[in-house]
T-cell receptor, first 113, second 112 residues
Framework: SQTIHQWPATLVQPVGSPLSLECTVEGTSNPNLYWYRQAAGRGLQLLFYSVGIGQISSEVPQNLSASRPQDRQFILSSKKLLLSDSGFYLC????????????FGPGTRLTVL | SQQGEEDPQALSIQEGENATMNCSYKTSINNLQWYRQNSGRGLVHLILIRSNEREKHSGRLRVTLDTSKKSSSLLITASRAADTASYFCATALNTGGFKTIFGAGTRLFVKA
């Protein structure tokens, strides 16, 4: 079975600092990977998805970028964090059943001060 | 705007009671999914119902889908304190592609 790892689990960063969040997947190959952001007490906002190495689709214009340097690695980055970037960031993999069900990692809690 | 909207936003019940959460969506879908999220954790996929299905069961979960009303409901029977969590509906659009759109969720609190 597949496992999704996210690093770090929590992060406190000052405004204007850079960001790098990592997501790695075990137990599957050629995954479709997703980055979501969840504001406190809210639903999930899809940020990026990737169907393969170097292939990134952006869903909303914002201060963030994503990269897929390896098949099972998905990275979320920012050059300069904003206060509004605070939130719970979730990485997910699309299930193999073809129904777009999502399997989530444990998440990274980001607080920008 | 959100594709899926859950109702109610929050629900508090006693252990042993049934909990019903509703979800409405706007566009044509391929399937609808329900997820659970414990506080501070990732989401866990609970159940999927296809657009040509009307009802589906999994243990204490019962999901219905009414495509004419663009709505779904999740029923948790004989609730337990451990069912306390947020529950989200999500839709895979009928236009194909790789996106699953999530609603804002219902926060369920089951009192022991």
């Amino acid at each position: 079975s597949q496992t999704i790892h996210q690093w770090p689990a929590t992060l406190v960063q000052p405004v204007g600092s850079p960001l790098s969040l990592e997501c790695t997947v075990e137990g599957t190959s050629n995954p479709n990977l997703y980055w979501y952001r969840q504001a406190a007490g809210r639903g999930l906002q899809l940020l990026f998805y990737s169907v393969g190495i170097g292939q990134i689709s952006s869903e909303v214009p914002q201060n963030l970028s994503a990269s897929r340097p390896q098949d099972r690695q998905f990275i979320l980055s920012s050059k300069k964090l904003l206060l509004s970037d605070s939130g719970f960031y979730l990485c997910a993999n699309r299930g193999v059943g073809g129904h777009n069900e999502q399997f989530f990692g444990p998440g990274t809690r980001l607080t920008v001060l | 705007s959100q594709q899926g909207e859950e109702d109610p936003q929050a629900l508090s019940i006693q252990e042993g009671e049934n909990a019903t959460m509703n979800c409405s969506y706007k566009t044509s879908i391929n399937n609808l999914q329900w997820y659970r999220q414990n506080s501070g954790r990732g989401l866990v996929h609970l159940i999927l119902i296809r657009s040509n299905e009307r009802e589906k069961h999994s243990g204490r979960l019962r999901v219905t889908l009414d495509t004419s009303k663009k709505s779904s409901s999740l029923l948790i029977t004989a609730s337990r304190a451990a069912d306390t969590a947020s529950y989200f509906c999500a839709t895979a659009l009928n236009t194909g592609g790789f996106k699953t759109i999530f609603g804002a969720g219902t926060r369920l609190f089951v009192k022991a």
